[in-house]
Nanobody, 115 residues
Framework: QVQLVESGGGSVQAGGSLRLSCVAF????????MGWYRQSPGKERELVAT???????NYADSVKGRFTISRDQTKKAVYLQMNSLKPEDTGVYYC?????????WGQGTQVTVSS
């Protein structure tokens, strides 16, 4: 069982920045994907960004150029730097890890962007 704990959510005005952090209770090999999904009010959960290895990153079109994902294997962590936030970025952000084919999720952290 992999436990993921997120932090860093909050409320910010449009144009602002937030940095989300997720720490795993056990080491996730770099070739196993980790990343972030979000669920906005009235919508299904959607991919925000994932990272596999040290250079393979996948972003939703809506966040490209504004969000940056990174991983720190020594800290068993994945991060999401979110800049130029928009009201439509509002939602619950979930940390994700695919550990040898099994998916794990954090409890979620709320991000609210006001106009």
């Amino acid at each position: 069982q992999v436990q993921l704990v997120e932090s860093g959510g909050g409320s910010v005005q449009a144009g602002g920045s937030l940095r989300l952090s997720c720490v795993a209770f056990q080491s996730i090999p770099s070739h196993n994907p980790m990343g972030w999904y979000r669920q906005s009010p009235g919508k299904e959960r959607e991919l925000v960004a994932t990272m596999t290895g040290v250079v393979s990153m996948n972003y939703a079109d809506s966040v490209k150029g504004r969000f940056t994902i990174s991983r720190d294997q020594t800290k068993k962590a994945v991060y999401l730097q979110m800049n130029s936030l928009k009201p439509e970025d509002t939602g619950v952000y979930y940390c994700y890890a695919n550990y040898w084919g099994t998916e794990y999720w954090g409890q979620g952290t709320q991000v609210t962007v006001s106009s």
